[in-house]
């Protein structure tokens, strides 16, 4: 077994006696323009009265009113004083004898009320010269406030006549030393991490760090860093007032190796916080490397056996950059069981300086040679090791199941008890909305329509993303994405599997899903046949959806809507056929019916901007990609030349620009597929230019991208600036295409890259977090999810994807401004083109919306992905020899008109007969089989004759489940059934 060495390190913190605290005035009337000042019940007079200066305060109260003085004149309004020790101010009074309380105020709390009488340095009542009052910042706190905003100090009503006290020299005062903390960063790299802002004037100073040891003789007598990397950066905001929580840290970076087992001290000299309390810090410990996290990097849920396995190797100094490794000769790296036992050794591989994404001098760890099932973590001698991982073919079942549940916590009605978990709650008050009055303006506008403040049902459907809107663009691409992913894997998505109230009705759980969508997208239809844009609140809801009273209002019909919904349409109808036949049928002729108002509609709507409606805008200023898409829907689904011809008219109207395949404004991608995947005969010359421009473009720029642009292999952008809104931390999307293409293309190699794809959101990423709520070792823990509303619930709702790192807010937020801003985020990062790494902008919190968001189509993709990728198979799992003897098994035929038997002999060393038996009227019909690895990857391809017995022999193929699945001529999934090689 390999020995372990536990990391040791005790802090004997050397804190000195507070030096030279000083005060922050909050208020001392020495403004320029003492009148705007706020203030209540009282005069902000000049002369004789102040203390110091010209200016005071001549609080004025009554029986009934508390005078108070505003901080925005002195530029402390909602500052954050819950550092700070103690309240400070001079105040005296026109009545000997008198007394008051104080308290802080902000916009969203109220502190505690205080009587100053037993915080008076000088006798006790008030007199008629100025005392100073000394009060401790604690006593004036609450529990749901710690003063972390402060706007206004206010005094206590009075029952005396006339009473005046005058106010000077108000103040907060830090008494306090900052707290230093220490930890290995590698063998050569200690970090030394402080509580608060802190004076950098002397904090280069390599002469005030010392570390020492007796037993390593690099280090007796004392050493000295060589350099010292300062690194500022907002970890979260404090809830309620939004003040940013700052880390502070400091990385001493030294010349030789620390040497495991060895003991050490480490003390640092000069540090004090911005009052100047200084501190200081003189810790022993024993170097462990065992105990070092952050430089090794993995995907923290794991690897399916035969995936390519990529670690990362790097790390960030702040203003020293990139910790330094030997490029020539890199360090070796291991792969260990989390039993302690080695199971992999490799060499690491540098892959390039990547200052501008992550920061760091990248290496790749590469052990994809490793198949055993295990969990294991990576450690590279001198600089630590990863999370735990696992090897399996059932790494990503738990992924699978929360990002599709995470779907049902979106829907608008009730979470019901039997099926929310922690999670339950009410939904939308609402079950009607109004027509916008904004509608009577519109040039889409029509006599049918009802007319504006009428109000119409609007039930079921998801909430969008953070907001209570509902939008017709992301819903549509939405149901694309996993209309898509059922027609290409079916037995992956069984029933009774999400748990939802609908599972166990013989019907897939994901349609049923979809379904509930599909429920209220259909209502999004007005009488002439055109689609709302939007069904949202006035304005943006916060709390639980049970909290938004507010009306609903229906936003403008739109081609762009109307064009999306007739393809959404469309596919539903393929896809709900076999389950909901009259309902799916509906579904078609909404679809058309939308088609004939786009016909009379051949211009494309303008971007809806409506007043007094705060909602996601979602500007699409093009249509012809939508109406593109549709037609195309609409010929895969029916066969109808109309629709063929229209479709070659409008894809001849735009541009063959195929990127962006999720994106809810280029449709261009939707289009083609439909087109490309029909059974219908179609005109080569669209889909071969698709798949040309795939195999020479698109492919290419992707693997590029991936293999040698980026070094943590994403397939994203190769510009900074245009990081955020998931392209980073949403990878899943590009495993999507990698999907999408690989089945188009016949190129299960495709596969691979889009597991590579999957370890970036899954923790293989600078942060080494995941970008999936409750999945993995490091997750968000505030998501722009209405399930997480602080108080309510404990964690937030597993499975939903944030968005991740962004180059940048937008500035219309408090938070934005405090997260970018050079004093908490250094080496700066305010700019899109400062230096600080972009892929490192990343700040867990609700408030940063692009950064924590997330829309229902963001959802729907993962959910897509880890459902390929799973165990999961809606055919029974054979557990044994005999469980896969001969059985016959009733499968309905897609038409509906007819059964099919499915007769599989007793296997003998690997060797199955399959037989199907079908009716009369398909005895000449042609079927196809084709043989799934448990992980997805088609490994055998074959001719089925009906009633006739088809051999496959497995015994040449490694031990495990495979899937057989059988296909009509037109491409129908009639069967699938799994297979056991043992």
């Not at 010209?54 to 530029?75: K, L, M, Q, T, V």
């Not at 971007?607 to 010929?635: C, H, K, T």
């Not at 998931?726 to 999408?740: L, P, T």
């Amino acid at each position: 077994m390999m020995k372990r060495t536990r990391y040791i390190a005790m802090a004997l913190w050397c804190l000195s006696a507070p030096l030279m605290a000083q005060d922050k005035i909050l208020w001392d009337g020495e403004v320029p323009d003492p009148a705007s000042c706020n203030i209540a019940y009282g005069t902000i007079v000049s002369g004789a009265d102040a203390h110091s200066g010209n200016y005071c305060f001549r609080a004025e109260p009554d029986n009934s009113h508390s005078p108070r003085i505003g901080f925005n004149c002195s530029d402390m309004w909602r500052a954050d004083i819950s550092g700070f020790d103690e309240l400070r101010f001079f105040i005296k009074c026109n009545q000997a004898g008198q007394t008051t309380s104080v308290r802080f105020t902000t916009y969203f709390a109220k502190g505690k009320w205080v009587n100053i009488d037993q915080y008076l340095t000088g006798s006790s009542p008030l007199s008629t010269t100025y005392q100073e009052v000394k009060i401790p910042l604690d006593s004036l706190k609450t529990a749901s406030y710690d003063l972390s905003s402060v706007e206004y100090l206010e005094f206590g009503t009075s029952s005396t006549p006339q009473v005046q006290f005058f106010v000077d020299d108000i103040s907060v005062s830090d008494l306090t030393s900052p707290i230093v903390s220490f930890k290995p960063v590698s063998e050569k790299i200690a970090m030394v991490k402080i509580s608060e802002r802190f004076d950098t004037t002397g904090c280069y100073k390599t002469e005030n760090y010392t570390l020492t040891s007796l037993t390593d003789a690099n280090y007796q007598g004392g050493v000295h860093p060589q350099r010292v990397g300062r690194h500022h950066y907002v970890t979260g905001l404090k809830p309620v007032s939004g003040t940013p929580v700052v880390a502070f840290e400091l990385f001493l970076i030294f010349d030789k190796p620390l040497i495991n087992g060895q003991s050490y001290q480490l003390s640092a000299e000069g540090i004090s916080d911005m009052s100047g309390n200084k501190v200081s810090l003189d810790t022993a410990f024993a170097f462990s490397d065992e105990g070092i996290y952050g430089n090794v990097k993995v995907n923290q849920v794991g690897y399916l056996p035969n995936a390519p396995k990529l670690g990362k190797l790097g790390n960030f100094l702040g203003d020293q950059w990139s910790m330094e490794l030997d490029t020539l000769d890199p360090p070796s790296f291991e792969v260990v069981t989390t039993a302690g036992q080695p199971a992999f050794a490799g060499q690491c591989k540098y892959l390039k300086a990547d200052s501008a994404f992550s920061g760091e001098w990248v290496f790749d760890l590469d052990f994809s040679s490793l198949t055993k099932p295990d969990e294991y973590y990576l450690r590279v001698p001198g600089y630590g090791r990863s999370e735990p991982f696992r090897i399996g073919d059932d790494v990503y079942k738990d992924a699978y199941f929360h990002s599709a549940k995470a779907l049902y916590y979106q829907r608008t009605g009730a979470i019901d008890p039997a099926y929310g978990g922690a999670w339950v709650r009410e939904g939308l008050s609402a079950t009607t909305a109004e027509i916008h009055s904004s509608h009577s303006s519109s040039p889409l506008y029509d006599q049918t329509d009802p007319v504006p403040g009428t109000q119409i049902p609007m039930t079921k459907g998801w909430l969008d993303a953070g907001d209570y809107g509902r939008y017709v663009p992301t819903a549509a691409s939405a149901l694309f994405v996993l209309f898509t992913a059922f027609e290409l894997y079916p037995q992956k998505f069984p029933d009774n599997h999400l748990q939802i109230p609908e599972s166990g009705n013989d019907i897939p759980d994901i349609i049923d899903e979809l379904k509930y969508e599909t429920d209220w997208l259909k209502l999004m239809q007005a009488p002439d046949g055109g689609v709302y844009f939007r069904v949202t609140p006035a304005t943006w809801s916060s709390g639980l959806p049970e909290d938004e009273k507010n009306t609903l209002f229906v936003s403008e019909k739109t081609t762009q809507a109307t064009a999306s919904f007739a393809a959404a349409m469309a596919m539903a109808h393929r896809n709900f056929k076999p389950f909901f036949p009259a309902y799916a049928d509906t579904c078609l002729d909404m679809a058309k019916k939308a088609w004939q108002f786009l016909k009379i509609h051949p211009e494309p709507s303008a971007p809806v901007n409506v007043q007094g409606i705060s909602a996601g805008p979602y500007p699409d200023p093009e249509d012809g990609d939508n109406r593109a898409w549709a037609a195309a829907e609409l010929f895969k689904t029916t066969g109808e030349d109309t629709y063929h011809q229209d479709f070659i008219y409008w894809y001849g109207q735009i541009p063959h620009e195929f990127y962006a395949t999720m994106s809810w404004q280029q449709l261009t991608v939707k289009a083609i597929w439909a087109y490309s995947t029909t059974k219908f005969p179609t005109l080569p010359v669209y889909s071969d230019e698709f798949k040309t421009k795939l195999n020479t473009e698109i492919l290419p720029a992707y693997h590029d991208r991936t293999m040698h642009v980026h070094p943590y292999h994403g397939a994203y952008h190769p510009f900074k600036e245009y990081v955020g809104y998931g392209s980073f931390g949403m990878a899943q999307s590009y495993a999507f295409d990698y999907i999408m293409f690989s089945h188009l293309l016949n190129k299960p190699e495709l596969l691979d890259s889009a597991q590579v794809q999957l370890d970036i959101p899954l923790g293989n990423n600078p942060l080494s977090m995941t970008f999936l709520t409750g999945i993995g070792k490091h997750s968000p823990q505030f998501p722009l999810h209405w399930s997480t509303v602080p108080g309510k619930f404990a964690s937030p709702v597993p499975g939903v994807p944030v968005f991740g790192p962004a180059a940048s807010l937008v500035m219309n937020r408090p938070s934005s401004f405090a997260i970018q801003d050079s004093a908490n985020r250094y080496p700066y990062g305010f700019k899109k083109s400062d230096p600080y790494p972009v892929l490192r902008r990343y700040t867990d919190a609700r408030e940063a919306v692009e950064m924590a968001e997330f829309t229902v189509q963001e959802i729907a993709v993962t959910a897509a992905v880890f459902a390929f990728f799973s165990p999961v198979n809606a055919a029974p799992a054979p557990t044994s020899e005999q469980d896969a003897s001969a059985s016959e098994q009733d499968v309905r035929m897609r038409d509906g008109r007819t059964r099919a038997y499915l007769r599989v002999r007793h296997p003998s060393r690997d060797l199955y007969d399959i037989t199907l038996v079908t009716g009369d009227r398909h005895t000449r019909d042609q079927f196809y089989g084709q043989l799934f690895s448990s992980s997805g990857i088609r490994v055998k391809r074959m001719d089925i004759r009906p009633n006739t017995a088809t051999q496959i022999d497995l015994t040449t193929f490694s031990r495990g489940i495979y899937i057989l699945k059988i296909t009509n001529k037109a491409g129908d999934t009639i069967m699938a059934r799994k297979l056991l090689a043992y």
